[in-house]
């Protein structure tokens, strides 16, 4: 437990003591004596971390009041360290006090991190190694084994997770500065999100924030990162979960003549471990439980016809194989989305002309087991999704000059697959998307939605009988066009092959299970060059070339001439029995479409 006097006097006090908090007799420190760091904190000579007490040393200089962010100083791990189980102050633990410089871990391994305990407060609300990542940071190199951190704080947003739990980047005035973490990776750390009003749970990262007020460029890459450790959201009004990152925003606004970017981009990522979402018991709550990325926005914002402020978001070459279990929603309008790839997906864009949003998952796969929450009331929302849970992609502002350009909305889901199973107890089932949605409001602004050369493979049951609507798709489960101006998605060149379709009687489709307020038009632009082959369909009509061209059972592959794979992204295996792959995917192996699910 923590000591009481240190909770009442913290942050003051908290850097005077001899020894950080702990949860277990002994002294923190293995090598008490010099704390001066070796090297001069360059790049041709860095600070050297080489154990506990240097380490700790590190958090204290960051943590202390108005403390050092060492922006542009260099240090390098030299040796394996093992925080035996003591209790972990974060590398900056309150927003104020953030690490900006450069930690390379030189391929060595941080054991046993623990934060917080399962009956006891937890006083940061930035819970991971580093608890808060500013402009300049890159942490590189670097592999956390074995622990625990729950989320926890004072504050109204609780972040947890391994590595760094909050990475803000901002950006302003001609600046350009971006935040890089590369080849880093959680070895068994069980993360557990905090109980308050928004919680957020990440197994490497908490939440990334990149925000551009223009003119400039605000960037997060999170490269060749990798998790095993399980991540579990906790009860809150807002609960989201994600294996790599919990939550990730890209905001950009500017008024003026010059762009402004922001950009966080998720490559290479692999993730093994499960990850699951909490009850939303209140209504109007949210919970989201991702296999990548718990809940993704990108939008951009601008009333300047000759600037292009833009906002996206990134998922590419990347692999979950850990089973998502999403939250239950319990309470009138609350939320639960899953999504094997990401469970919410957002693209925004506002204003009179300039203001653009993306958002990308490209390149990607899905392998591990998808199971929606109970939506138990009428008015409940949940969606889930092979790759992502929901797609949704919006348009607003006040009306213009019809010759202005417009604003964008676009959301890109292109080159992946799924391959697993969906087990959804009501609402919208997709074996690619759960739920696409696109909202505009003007002829010149555009809100679109695009699913290209993907397929699904698996099975996909819905509850027939849940109080929710449960519409089920072999590529989506539901698409709305919220209003008619608004583009239709486009839905073209992808494959279902499932061993199984069920939903209810009236929403279940080979392509798309519903398509909801949308005109015809939309409708034929929607089953264009998809195929379709369902070994036990509940699907009504089951053979209806409106709901995708049949791809005959007799056939071992998709028909290749039809269907636009690329070269430098599929690949095409020599066993005819077999699915196409990925390149570039890490932990991929054969698929075949014979195969038992």
Same mark, same amino acid.
Do not use: M
């Given at each position: 437990m923590y000591k009481a006097a240190i909770l009442t006097l913290f942050p003051f006090l908290l850097f005077l003591l001899p020894s950080p908090l702990r949860g277990q007799s002994g002294d923190w420190f293995n090598d008490p004596g010099d704390y001066a760091f070796q090297g001069k904190g360059s790049s041709s000579s860095p600070y050297l971390i080489s154990s506990v007490s240097s380490l700790v040393h590190l958090a204290e200089r960051v943590n202390k009041w108005h403390g050092e962010n060492f922006k542009g100083i260099c240090f390098k791990l030299t040796a394996n360290l093992d925080l035996g189980e003591h209790y972990w102050i974060p590398i900056g633990c309150e927003s104020e006090q953030t690490f900006c410089g450069t930690f390379d871990g030189n391929g060595k391994t941080i054991r046993n991190l623990y934060i917080g305990e399962d009956d006891a407060d937890n006083p940061f609300s930035a819970s991971a190694l580093?608890?808060?990542?500013?402009?300049?940071?890159?942490?590189?190199?670097?592999?956390?084994?074995g622990g625990h951190i729950y989320?926890?704080?004072?504050?109204?947003?609780?972040?947890?997770?391994? #590595?760094?739990?909050?990475?803000?980047?901002?950006?302003?005035?001609?600046?350009?500065?971006?935040?890089?973490?590369?080849?880093? &990776?959680?070895?068994?750390?069980?993360?557990?999100? @905090?109980? #308050?009003?928004?919680?957020i749970a990440g197994g490497l990262i908490g939440e990334t924030y990149a925000f551009s007020e223009g003119p400039g460029q605000a960037l997060i890459l999170i490269d060749t990162c990798s998790n095993t450790g399980m991540v579990t959201g906790a009860a809150a009004n807002h609960t989201i979960a994600g294996g790599i990152a919990g939550k990730s925003t890209a905001y950009a606004i500017s008024d003026r003549q010059s762009p402004a970017s922001a950009a966080c981009h998720i490559l290479s990522c692999y993730n093994q471990a499960p990850v699951k979402g909490a009850t939303a018991q209140r209504p109007s709550a949210i919970t989201a439980a991702g296999g990548i990325l718990g809940y993704s926005s990108g939008s951009g914002s601008s009333n300047n016809i000759e600037d292009d402020s833009s906002g996206s978001i990134t998922i590419q070459y990347c692999m979950n194989t850990g089973s998502i279990t999403g939250g239950a929603a319990l309470a009138p309008n609350a939320s639960t989305f899953a999504g094997g790839l990401t469970a919410c997906a957002y693209t925004y864009a506002y204003g009179n002309a300039g203001g653009k949003g993306f958002l990308q998952i490209n390149a990607s796969a899905n392998r591990g087991r998808i199971e929606s929450g109970l939506a138990c009331d009428p008015a409940a929302t949940s969606c889930i999704g092979g790759l992502a849970g929901l797609c949704a992609a919006s348009v607003s502002g006040p009306t213009h000059?019809?010759?202005?350009?417009?604003?964008?909305?676009?959301?890109?889901?292109?080159?992946?697959?799924?391959?697993?199973?969906?087990?959804?107890?009501?609402?919208?089932? @997709?074996g690619l998307i759960g739920c696409i949605e696109t909202t505009g409001n003007t002829m010149n602004r555009h809100a679109t939605a695009l699913l290209i050369n993907s397929y699904a493979a698996g099975a996909i049951t819905n509850h027939p009988d849940a109080p929710v609507p449960s519409p089920a798709g072999g590529l989506v489960g539901q698409v709305r066009q919220a209003n008619p101006i608004s583009n239709p998605p486009t839905i073209i060149n992808n494959l279902a092959y499932l061993h199984a379709?069920?939903?209810?009687?009236?929403?279940?489709?080979?392509?798309?299970?519903?398509?909801?307020?949308?005109?015809?038009?939309?409708?034929?632009?929607? &089953?264009?060059?998809?195929?379709?082959?369902?070994?036990?369909? &509940?699907?009504?009509? $089951?053979?209806? $070339?409106?709901?995708?061209?049949?791809?005959?059972?007799?056939?071992?592959? +998709? +028909?290749?001439s039809t269907w636009d794979f690329k070269n430098h992204t599929w690949l095409l295996v020599d066993d005819p029995t077999a699915m196409p792959l990925l390149n570039h995917l890490p932990g991929q192996t054969l698929i075949k479409i014979g195969s038992t699910y």
């Open positions: 580093f608890g808060n990542l500013g402009n300049g940071a890159q942490i590189t190199n670097l592999t956390i084994e989320g926890g704080g004072r504050d109204t947003i609780s972040r947890a997770a391994s #590595l760094a739990a909050h990475v803000y980047c901002h950006v302003s005035e001609n600046t350009d500065d971006s935040i890089i973490i590369r080849n880093c &990776h959680n070895h068994n750390v069980d993360i557990t999100g @905090g109980h #308050l009003a928004t919680s000059d019809p010759a202005d350009t417009g604003s964008h909305s676009i959301l890109d889901v292109a080159d992946c697959y799924n391959y697993s199973i969906l087990a959804s107890k009501g609402g919208a089932a @997709g379709l069920r939903g209810d009687a009236e929403h279940t489709n080979r392509i798309v299970g519903e398509i909801k307020d949308a005109p015809t038009s939309a409708i034929q632009q929607i &089953h264009t060059q998809n195929y379709a082959h369902i070994r036990q369909s &509940h699907a009504s009509p $089951p053979d209806s $070339p409106a709901n995708g061209q049949d791809w005959a059972q007799s056939l071992h592959r +998709p +028909p290749i």
